[in-house]
């Protein structure tokens, strides 16, 4: 398998997996808004010119919760997912995808206002309304996160997903964890795996 990666971008999330699953692959790595992104020769692997792209053979796939889906169904061995049909398996599934729906939404818009624009281009208001909104989606995780350890159970690939998300809000975007001690301790907990570790910074 063969993984184009970027620092701080959702490809994370896979290497993260890979890393987890002790699985062998490539790693072909960018820069974040390097303009070979950008280039045609990689539009040909990615139409939207961004990262993740994992190429199995003949497979080509660009969605990282597709991509997380994918490996684990070929190479996962039940590894980090519930047993179909338990009440872990249920969350598993909402948390696994809470994280697209419903987080990334206000951190795509709090990356570009803040961190790609050029600040005479940023528009306070679309900041203001994006930090509130991702702190709402945040407090819903918070409040799942009460007594629990992890979103499903045991860690599953839904921490990887949601989790990943979680640790981006705050530590890439500076969001103020201190009414969110359960979120606070999670972040720490996931950022303590070896694996995501290795997976942030290859």
């Known amino acids: 398998m063969k993984l184009y990666y970027a620092q701080n971008t959702r490809a994370v999330r896979v290497a993260w997996l890979l890393e987890e699953l002790a699985l062998d692959y490539e790693i072909e790595k960018f820069e974040l808004g390097s303009p070979e992104m950008r280039a045609p020769e990689y539009r040909k692997i990615h139409p939207m010119g961004r990262v993740p792209v994992l190429e199995d053979g003949e497979i080509r796939l660009f969605e990282s919760g597709a991509i997380v889906q994918y490996i684990l169904a070929l190479y996962g061995n039940g590894r980090l997912q519930p047993d179909v049909g338990t009440q872990e398996f249920a969350a598993y599934l909402q948390w696994f995808h809470y994280c697209e729906g419903m987080i990334m939404p206000p951190i795509n818009t709090l990356v570009v206002e803040t961190i790609l624009l050029p600040?005479?281009?940023?528009?306070?208001?679309?900041?203001?309304?994006?930090?509130?909104?991702?702190?709402?989606?945040?407090?819903?995780?918070?409040?799942?996160?009460?007594?629990?350890?992890?979103?499903?159970?045991?860690?599953?690939?839904?921490?990887?997903?949601?989790?990943?998300?979680?640790?981006?809000?705050?530590?890439?975007?500076?969001?103020?964890?201190?009414?969110?001690?359960?979120?606070?301790?999670?972040?720490?907990?996931?950022?303590?795996?070896?694996?995501?570790?290795?997976?942030?910074?290859?």
Do not use: W
């Open 119 to 202: 600040p005479e281009r940023r528009t306070e208001v679309n900041v203001k309304r994006a930090t509130k909104l991702l702190n709402q989606m945040l407090t819903t995780v918070e409040q799942q996160m009460e007594g629990c350890a992890y979103l499903a159970g045991d860690f599953t690939a839904a921490d990887i997903m949601t989790g990943h998300s979680v640790t981006v809000s705050r530590d890439m975007l500076g969001m103020d964890f201190s009414d969110k001690p359960n979120l606070n301790a999670y972040a720490d907990r996931l950022l303590a795996r070896p694996a995501l570790q290795k997976a942030r910074n290859l």
